[in-house]
């Protein structure tokens, strides 16, 4: 099962396209590809920016 990159949480995961997911708990986007897991936020409009936070852990 997939976890959320920022806050590790299973279970407010949901998939929104091909290897493309969504964490309700953080509201943001990421993207699984190979070992490689690139993190998005949500923006009021809906368009997709990318997370700079740093992350304690990926995948």
């Known amino acids: 099962m997939t976890s959320c990159p920022v ?3 299973k279970r407010a995961i949901g998939k ?3 290897a493309q997911y ?3 708990d953080c509201c943001i986007e990421f993207v699984v590809r190979d070992e490689e897991t ?3 936020n949500v923006e009021p ?3 997709l ?3 700079l936070e ?3 852990h990926v995948m």
Do not use: A, E, I, R
């Open 45 to 47: 409009d809906g368009t």
């Open 54 to 56: 740093p992350l304690d």
């Open 16 to 18: 929104v396209g091909s």
């Open 49 to 51: 920016t990318l997370y």
């Open 38 to 40: 690139t993190v998005f």
């Open 22 to 24: 969504f964490c309700w």
């Open 7 to 9: 806050c590790s949480n």
